[in-house]
DNA sequence: GAACAGGCAACTC
DNA sequence: GAGTTGCCTGTT
């Protein structure tokens, strides 16, 4: 049994577990039987735990606390940036809805290949295929006397073939996820490039890979390269603009957390909020 | 059994 | 350049 120490990471008011896991935005984070949630981040598990108006994370990574602050984005004051959203009384519902939810600085290649992924796909779905991906081929360790494992390197999915890929049942996208790796292990899409590129210019490098359309584009700019302007719009989005915000609405509109506001949208749209 | 799903690409006009 | 269709698979 390990014995790892818990970190504190935020107020409850900062970072809602629940909202922050459940809001569709990542897919290797599962809610235990205690309420907690357990998840593989950079090659380690982590719990995270709400107690007393806390949330606190216990981790088999070496406790770095700089660490798990990036990767939560705690050191934005999201009820600030919130507070510049101009979009009228629907927005304002969306971000009390939304409000304790943090956006995740997930790993470039992860999201990139979770995204792809998630094309036409439901969210339990998204989940199995890249649980059985990194089951298959990823690095197994252990942590609270279970098994874990790490999301496979870009170069490790690099080297298979689409056949290999066939247990994970994920159809035509496939070859979409094995052109990618090798397009990351051959070095023509450089993650920190991308991240020193002006969103426009990192979206359109994106979308030359194969089966990357403008909404998983936005999806790995957002989630992956943290570029806060993402805005990524699946039929969710498409519906809640067309039946709140004017037809010609551009999402510049929302200011640089756009993404943001982009979330708080999505999470109240699809948790059936008008 | 057909239609559809949190998209993309290739094709049409 | 706007609209249509096939794509794998699982679910309804």
Not at 48 to 70: M, N
Not at 143 to 167: C, K, M, N, Q, W
Request: glycine residues 8%; contains cysteine; proline residues 4%.
């Amino acid at each position: 049994m390990e014995n790892k120490e818990k970190l504190f990471l935020a107020s409850s008011a900062e970072m809602d577990a629940v909202k922050t896991f459940e809001c569709g935005q990542c897919f290797r984070w599962n809610r235990g039987s205690d309420g907690g949630y357990t998840g593989v981040v950079c090659g380690a598990a982590a719990k995270v735990t709400a107690v007393d108006g806390a949330v606190y994370l216990r981790s088999s990574a070496p406790d770095k606390t700089e660490f798990w602050r990036e990767y939560f984005d705690l050191d934005v004051d999201y009820q600030k940036v919130s507070s510049e959203f101009f979009g009228g009384e629907y927005m304002q519902r969306c971000v009390d809805f939304g409000m304790g939810i943090r956006l995740l600085r997930q790993e470039p290649w992860e999201a990139l290949c979770s995204f792809i992924i998630s094309q036409c796909n439901n969210i339990p779905r998204i989940k199995k295929i890249v649980e059985t991906l990194c089951s298959c081929f990823g690095e197994p360790f252990e942590f609270d006397g279970e098994v874990y494992h790490a999301f496979p390197s870009a170069e490790r999915i690099a080297a298979l073939s689409t056949e290999e890929l066939a247990p994970l049942r994920c159809g035509y996208r496939a070859p979409y996820i094995i052109s990618a790796a090798r397009a990351v292990a051959e070095g023509r899409v450089e993650f920190s490039a991308l991240e020193r590129m002006s969103f426009d210019e990192a979206i359109a490098q994106l979308r030359k890979l194969d089966g990357v359309g403008p909404k998983v584009a936005n999806c790995m700019a957002l989630y992956g390269l943290h570029k806060m302007s993402g805005f990524p719009i699946d039929t969710w989005m498409k519906r809640a603009l067309k039946e709140h915000f004017p037809p010609d609405f551009d999402p510049k509109s929302l200011g640089e957390y756009a993404g943001l506001a982009q979330q708080y949208i999505f999470y109240y749209a699809r948790s059936g909020g008008k």
